[in-house]
């Protein structure tokens, strides 16, 4: 049953792609910046948790709360060093300060560190399990399950916390949720860490999937991620982890019909298909804008 073992690796790429989009997503959904730094917050995190694990001898999960944790603090510092001062700025100048941001986190590590690129430890036996006559590793099965609890997780801070109602309140207006005593600056903070510790999440078990990482690592993941936001809808949660999931399993079934050289241009080919027949994306309503 090679299909299975191709559908859980699909779905096990989907969900980090899924871990980097909710980050886009979310922040997107309050403050409508499309944040390019994001996929360098997930270089980052691969960085920590490498890091951790190895000059630290820190455990595989300690290490991954570490790099949620540092990630989280970097987007706070990010967002309000970076983006707050932007707020009532054009979209062109928040997004060109973004790739900025991006640019110089990037070729700050090079400088640190050098763009050689490291080999991530192994730190998860390479067992596999039988599964309808398929072998699935246990990486796979340990990177989905981490994954689909990180998903549960913010679905519960979102729908059920005090600061999640204040983020769906700053996301459906501001101004309102200003006057109703919502301290929008620390919402938008809040998000800020969130996703980051997603994307930090992901870094750390992207590196342990692909065993290398490198300081230009998150251009590309970063990308896809975005691709996979658009995909489900930008701004809508359900939608950045449907979007990578689906990524996930069609770049894979591209690698295994024969033509993995075109894996990562399937991600912009489905961009151009979704922007053309459905640029609201799959979960996304088709609104009016002003401009």
């Known amino acids: 049953m090679e299909w ?46 490498f890091y951790a694990i190895v000059r630290w001898d820190m455990h595989f999960i300690l290490a991954l709360l570490l790099a949620m944790l540092l990630c989280a603090i970097i987007g706070v510092v990010i967002e309000r060093v970076a983006y707050k001062r932007l707020r009532n700025s054009t979209r062109i ?14 070729y700050t590590v090079i400088f640190f560190r050098g763009a050689s690129p490291e080999a991530y430890p192994n730190v998860v036996p390479n067992k596999t399990f039988e599964i309808f006559g398929a ?48 301290n929008v600056d ?51 949660i359900p939608g950045a982890m449907v979007g990578g999931l689906v990524l996930g399993v069609v770049e894979t079934i591209v690698s295994a019909l024969g033509y993995s050289l075109w894996r990562d241009a399937a991600a912009f ?12 994306g799959i979960f996304g309503k088709n609104t009016r804008e002003k401009v």
């Open 186 to 236: 620390n919402t938008i903070s809040a998000t800020f860490a969130i996703g980051s510790a997603l994307a930090g999440a992901a870094g750390v078990i992207f590196g342990i999937y692909y065993t290398r990482i490198e300081p230009l690592m998150g251009v590309l993941p970063g990308l896809k991620a975005f691709v996979a936001a658009v995909l489900g809808g930008i701004g809508i």
């Open 93 to 106: 100048a928040a997004l060109i300060t973004a790739i900025g941001i991006s640019l110089l986190i990037e």
């Open 4 to 49: 299975i073992q191709q559908l859980v690796n699909g779905v096990s790429l989907g969900s980090i792609y899924a871990l980097i989009a909710l980050g886009y997503t979310m922040v997107y959904g309050i403050i409508k910046l499309i944040n390019f730094a994001h996929g360098d917050v997930f270089m980052l995190g691969a960085f920590i948790g």
């Open 135 to 182: 072998q699935i590793g246990v990486q796979s099965i340990l990177i989905l399950g981490i994954s689909v609890v990180l998903m549960i997780l913010l679905q519960f801070i979102v729908h059920k916390t005090k600061i999640g109602k204040a983020m769906r309140a700053v996301s459906h207006d501001a101004d309102a949720a200003r006057l109703m005593g919502i």
């Open 269 to 280: 080919v489905i961009l151009i298909l979704i922007l053309i027949l459905r640029p609201a």
